[in-house]
Every structure is written in structure tokens, then in C-alpha cells.
Nanobody, 120 residues
Framework: QVNLVESGGGLMEAGGSLRLSCTAS????????MGWYRQAPGKQRELVAR???????NYADSPKGRFTISRDNAKNTMYLQMNSLKPEDTAVYYC??????????????WGQGTQVTVSA
């Protein structure tokens, strides 16, 4: 029904920058909140940042001031600009979206994840 596809991950040195993208496709009527989460090896998945359809944002403490979440509603796409990367940012980053389908149903959708590795 709905797919989320992340892109933009990769290997970066500490202090560098990466930009992640997440594009939603399928039987979409509207997208409400969207968010980025991450999961490091041996740890639970954790919130990085979320953004409402109106553009209000909230961030976890760790990336605050270094990461910026944004979205383009016309393109059903969300972004995560990651600056001043640290080795502890290494994780698989997942996109999440609360979607209203054309059928009127609501679904909570996850992407497949994109690996971000930050070397010291």
C-alpha cells in the first residue's frame, strides 16, 4: 500500500556531513507526522527527530544542534541533514511515517533502513 525508501547513507569521517532522504509512494491521501529513528548494534531503536505535516519539529538530545529534519510535502519526501557527525552516530537510520491512505485507513509505515557509519 505504502512504501518508504531511504537513501543517502554511507561512510563518513567524524566531523563530516551526510543528508538522508526518505520518499513515500503508494496509495497516499496524506502524510501526518514523519520521523527518523536509528538503531546501533546491540541497542534499541531510538528517536532522532520528528516533524509534523505543518513543519513543527522535535529532536532527541544527542543530535540536537547538529541534525536538521525537514520535509517537502509536495514530494512526499523527508530529509535529515546531519552535520558534525560523531562515531556514536553510527547506526541504521529508519524513516517512519503516519499515513492516511486513499481508502481512509491510517497506517504506520517504516522504511528498510540506511546504514550510516562514522569513522573516528
Amino acid at each position: 500500500q505504502v512504501n518508504l525508501v531511504e537513501s543517502g547513507g554511507g561512510l563518513m569521517e567524524a566531523g563530516g556531513s551526510l543528508r538522508l532522504s526518505c520518499t513515500a509512494s503508494g496509495s497516499i491521501f496524506s502524510i501526518n507526522d514523519m520521523g527518523w529513528y536509528r538503531q546501533a548494534p546491540g541497542k534499541q531503536r531510538e528517536l532522532v527527530a520528528r516533524i509534523t505535516s505543518g513543519g513543527r519539529t522535535n529532536y532527541a538530545d544527542s543530535p540536537k544542534g547538529r541534525f536538521t529534519i525537514s520535509r517537502d510535502n509536495a514530494k512526499n519526501t523527508m530529509y535529515l541533514q546531519m552535520n558534525s557527525l560523531k562515531p556514536e552516530d553510527t547506526a541504521v537510520y529508519y524513516c517512519n511515517a503516519a499515513v492516511r491512505l486513499r481508502s481512509g485507513d491510517y497506517v504506520n509505515v517504516w522504511g528498510q533502513g540506511t546504514q550510516v557509519t562514522v569513522s573516528a
